[in-house]
Every structure is written in structure tokens, then in C-alpha cells.
């Protein structure tokens, strides 16, 4: 352990008692919060993986963590704090972690990666694995045990689609915001449903029930007010949080809704299948099983109009080997898997050895 | 004449020469500029229209005037003050002014016409006629000689289409914005070229030299840095300054560039089809001749691929009576001509009375 800008978050540790087991550290750090998660390093289960409970043993939770939203300081500063708490809650120290895999949104260029590592090689002892990723990867990871392999589509607010490949080939598709046609997103679904109301209003659409669901809930009295709620302030997520009203209309019938809906799906679609192609997931004669891990509000599971079944349904049809997972478990749990499975091949290797 | 608040933004009048005859302004206020027309109140030609070329006597240039964008005292301040100019340029003062036609963006309910016609009155004196209008409307007003009937196209970094009877009914279609759906405009057909880059990028779209242009103009090295400089500045008219580049990538074969360009004569014909038939400019049987004015840098008839001449074909398929307008004239010009026929058509009555 050399320099570190923070040392009074670590001082809790000269207090800590002796004897707590190795342990692991998982990180999911996004623009809206950071979760950490302190689990136990168990030795593997039978068939070689962790098994289920997990043994999470404490979760703190933070703010931003993007540097490209915040600074690459406020970022750092948050990141620390966060795994500090962390272990200070599951009662550990430093010297007793074994890995730690930090999945942070906005790591997407491998010197990203090296300068967060350099960072965390100051903070924690030498023998400690450190991983460092992008904050899908933690999604994935939540889905396939730890195990970075398969295609991860996340579908909030904004979407991407994220591959890996077990030789360590990634690719991705969407995630580039609205402006840049993220239209099965949450922003996407929405903005396309705030603008089908304009449509009807001013005769170039077909007549539909968004228009009166969703000037309800605004409470204004005309779609011409529309533009003005719109344009007033300009969160993303302000617009998508309009989209159990998209799904609830369509479920009710409604066409246009419905036309929006189906078109999200292909959208989200065409993202994973976009990925499956590039890494060959699906084998060499298309059939090859791979898993599809779905995260996000939009691709959750608790209506009659399933997204996300439906976008399954949609890449089947080119890919029928498609194993699609809805993870039980958060993102910073998956990173935490991650950091475990690293640790444990890295560990098997040096036996070998 | 009463109380008002620049008083010495006219003090130019005193020292002005008696022997100036009967003057009109014409006042295009936008959200970039302002521009005052001072044009003489002559008799009308043979035909009862003004002849070309219009007698204009000055022009006067100033800054934004959307009450919207810059508050309402600071867009009277410089309504005011640019009438002022325009006069002084003119060698004339209030006295000699016979009409006034204000044609402001932002003007889009009566109340917001009745709050500027009273405005007006205490800076002119009362024998003077007023006319406080929407910016299309001088658009409209700069393609017909000044006459209040028929369909104006205008497309830009944004897109509107309004539509006046004789009447006095009105009707528009889009100009809600990039985030409500204004698909034919600059910012939008930018917007889906970038779209187009990006897609083909990560392997959901075909193959474009868009990349190669837009990349090269940008001087970017990677679709991937076109986040960056999309999100970098939210300036629509920075986006919408990319359009001709789509048009001369169309014109040279690319076939999403020229996906884009007819996309977007879809919408633009909606919109005029859409107001045309509401207020059924067409006549009963659909045929009837209506005046088209097209206005915008994306309507300009500049190059082979020509989006109004488009738009045309597409609007002359559902309505063989469609006259399209390229204004010679810009549209300060258009609201001073509105102005003199509104005078000329009351000076008209008082006589008859």
C-alpha cells in the first residue's frame, strides 16, 4: 500500500478484529448510484461455482460514479467511500480481500481500465485481483454466475447490448442516447408515444388513447401544452418514466401503442442480434445455445405486454439456441461473481503452476 | 401616444425633415434575428397589389425577439428598438407610419396577439394599423404578395407547416420539436444520418459513405467519437448544419442517405397534407388551386436532390391544385406586405362607409 488521497475513509480498520475469512468485492457504479457488495471468497460448490445464497455478507451503497459525468476525482472519491463502507459493515479490513472487480459505466477504452487500476493498485495490498470493467459486464455477471460469457441487454432509461466471448472478445450495439436513435429505450419508447399524441392532434396520425392516459397524468389540458412540459426540462429519464402508461394502453388495445411497442422490440432485437453475429455466439452453424441476461425497467417481466419476451421471441427466430435470464440477483452481486471466478481460475492456475 | 418605456430610442424625431409620405413596417422577429422593414404606403398597381420591385425604403437588423428564449421585456426592447432603425434609416418617424405588422415566433394564442397589439398602441399613435401575427405567417405573406391564404412549408434546423384561409380559420401540422417527432427537418434528417453512422458501426444497419463524409467534415476518427461530439453541445443547429452533406451523399448514390431525404419528403407532405385538408384549402372536390410558399434552407432548390420540388410531387398526388412558392423576397418584406393590403383593404371600407 503506497499513497492514497483518502486515507482517513480507511481508518476504521485499525479497529477491526482479526479473523474474518477472506473476502471479495463487487462494484456497480452508475450515473445514478454505486452499490458495493462484500462477499465471503467461499471455496466452490461441486460443480465449480459459487452456490446459491451467495454469501453476501454486507452492501453499502453511493452516488454517481460515471467520471464522465461527475470528474474523474468526485468518481474516485465515491468509489472508495463506498467499498470502505463496505467492508466496514461486513467487518473486514484490506488485508483480508482477495479481488475486487469494479464495473463502472463509462470505463470504455482499456486505458480507462489501466488508470483505474493503477489507482486501486495504491488502496489495497499487492496480492489482491483487481478487475476492471464496464458496467455491463456486472449485468451480465448477475445472470450467468460470474461466468463472462454470453449477451447482456439493458433496457432502462436508455439500451445497449453487450457481448463477451470466453477468448475475452467483446462487441456492443445502441447505447449511444437518444439523439443517436436509442429507440427501444425507455427515452425511445416514450418520446415516440409523446409524439404520436402530436401526430393525432394535428392530423398526420391515427387517433389513440395515449393522448387522453397520458395528458392525465401530466394534468394538462391539451396536446399543445405538450411542448411546452416537454421541452421545460430536459432529464431523459423524466420522458421515459412514462412508459407503463405506453404498455398500459397497448395492453387495452390500443393500435398505435401497440405499433410503438412492436417496434421497440424490434429495435432491442435487432441490438442482441447485431452482437450474436459479431462474436459468433451462436456457433458456427447458428444453432450454438449462449445466454441472453435482460436488465432494465423496460424489459421487466410483470405485465401481459412482455418486452422481453418478446424480443426473445424476435432473436429466436435467427438464433434458436437463445437462453434468455432474468437475474435474481443485482448487478454488484454479479460483479462480485465475477471478481470470485477470476480469483479462483487465477488461484487454480497458480496450483497448476 | 402614451406612456412607454424607450422613450429615447425615438429621439431621432425631432430633428427628422416634415415631406416623407405615408410609410408600412414589416417586422420577421425570430429566435436568431430580428429584421424591420420600412416600406412606402404607394397605391396599389392595376391589379390591386403593390408592384414589384417593392418600394422598400430601409432594413433594420437586430436580435432574437421570441419572448419564449429572451423574456418579454428584453423581446419588446428589441422589437422597439429595431422599428426605431428602421424609421431613422427611412428619414421618417411615427407620424408618417400608416401600418405596422408585427410577425413574431412565440405569438401562438390570441391572448399573446391581444398583449403586443396593446403594446403597440401606446408607441404608435392610434390612427395607426397594427397586425401582430405568428413569424409563419410573414413566411406565408412573403410567397403571395402579402395575401393571408393558403399553405407555408417552412424547414430549417426545425419544420412547420401553417395554413390561413380567407376566412381567418388557421391550421399547423409538426413544429413540436426534435423530441416530439419533427422527422423533416434539418436537425432531423441530420440527426438520422448520425443515427445511420452509428448503426452501421455496430453492425445493425447497412454499410454508407456517410461515415466517410461525416467523419471526414467532423474530423473525427471513429463512429465511436460521434457521442462524444453529439452530446457535447445540444445546439439543434449545430446537427442541422450536417444536412448538406446527406444531400450530396444521396446525390452520389448512397443509399441510406437517400432512405433519409425521401423519409423525410414523407413527413414534410404530411404536414402540408394535413393542413390543407383540415382547412380544406383544396376546395370540396380535393382540386382546387391553394398557394404552397416554401421557406428553409432544406427547401432551397440549390441541387439535384431537391427536397421541395419532392415535397411538391408527393402533396400534387393527393392534391392536383397545389401552387408551389419559392419567395423571392424574405419574410420582414412579407409582413409589410401583409400590413399595406390589411391598410389598403380598411382604407378600401372607410371609403365605402
Not at 480507511?10 to 468485492?25: K, N, T
Not at 455478507?57 to 452516488?63: D, H, S, T, V
Not at 454466475?145 to 466471448?165: D, E, F, N, P, W
Not at 395528458?215 to 432529464?235: C, V
Request: charged residues 20%; contains cysteine.
Amino acid at each position: 500500500m503506497k499513497r492514497y488521497r483518502n486515507r482517513e475513509v480507511w481508518d476504521f480498520e485499525s479497529e477491526m478484529p482479526a479473523g474474518v475469512r477472506g473476502v471479495i468485492l463487487g462494484l456497480d457504479g452508475g450515473t445514478t448510484s454505486t452499490v458495493c457488495i462484500c462477499m465471503a471468497a467461499e471455496r466452490p460448490g461441486p460443480c465449480g461455482l459459487l452456490s446459491e445464497p451467495f454469501p453476501v455478507l454486507a452492501r453499502a451503497i453511493a452516488g454517481c460514479s460515471n467520471h464522465n459525468s461527475v470528474g474523474e476525482t468526485a468518481a474516485k472519491e465515491t468509489i472508495e467511500r463506498v467499498m470502505a463502507q463496505a467492508l466496514l459493515k461486513a467487518r473486514a479490513s484490506r488485508s483480508v480481500v482477495q479481488a475486487v472487480c469494479l464495473a463502472v459505466s463509462g470505463v470504455n477504452h482499456p486505458s480507462d481500465q489501466e488508470r483505474i487500476r493503477d489507482w486501486l493498485r495504491d488502496i489495497f495490498p499487492s496480492h489482491v485481483k483487481l478487475f476492471v470493467e464496464n458496467d455491463a459486464v456486472a449485468a451480465l455477471a448477475s445472470g450467468t454466475m460470474g461466468k463472462l460469457h454470453g449477451c447482456v441487454l439493458i433496457a432502462g432509461t436508455g439500451t445497449i447490448a453487450s457481448g463477451y466471448t470466453e477468448d475475452g472478445r467483446e462487441a456492443r450495439a445502441a447505447g449511444a442516447g437518444p439523439i443517436l436513435g436509442d429507440w427501444g429505450s425507455g427515452y425511445g419508447i416514450a418520446a415516440q408515444a409523446l409524439t404520436a399524441i402530436v401526430r393525432a392532434h394535428d392530423g398526420r396520425g391515427l387517433q389513440t388513447t395515449l393522448t387522453y392516459n397520458i395528458l392525465r397524468e401530466l394534468r394538462l389540458s391539451s396536446p399543445d401544452e405538450l411542448i411546452g412540459w416537454t421541452y421545460s426540462d430536459p432529464s431523459w429519464a423524466r420522458i421515459a418514466a412514462l412508459v407503463p402508461l405506453v404498455v398500459s394502453s397497448a395492453e387495452a388495445g390500443d393500435e398505435v401503442a401497440n405499433k410503438i411497442l412492436h417496434d421497440s422490440v424490434l429495435e432491442l432485437a435487432d441490438s442482441v442480434k447485431a452482437v450474436v453475429k459479431r462474436l459468433g455466439l451462436c456457433g458456427e452453424d447458428g444453432k450454438g445455445s449462449f445466454p441472453l441476461v435482460m436488465v432494465g425497467g423496460v424489459l421487466q417481466a410483470n405485465r401481459s405486454w412482455d418486452i422481453g419476451k418478446e424480443v426473445v421471441k424476435c432473436v429466436s427466430k435467427v438464433y434458436p439456441g437463445v437462453q434468455p435470464i432474468r437475474p435474481k440477483v443485482e448487478p454488484a452481486v454479479g460483479a462480485a461473481l465475477l471478481a470470485w471466478n477470476c480469483f479462483m481460475r487465477d488461484f487454480a492456475n497458480e496450483l497448476v503452476c
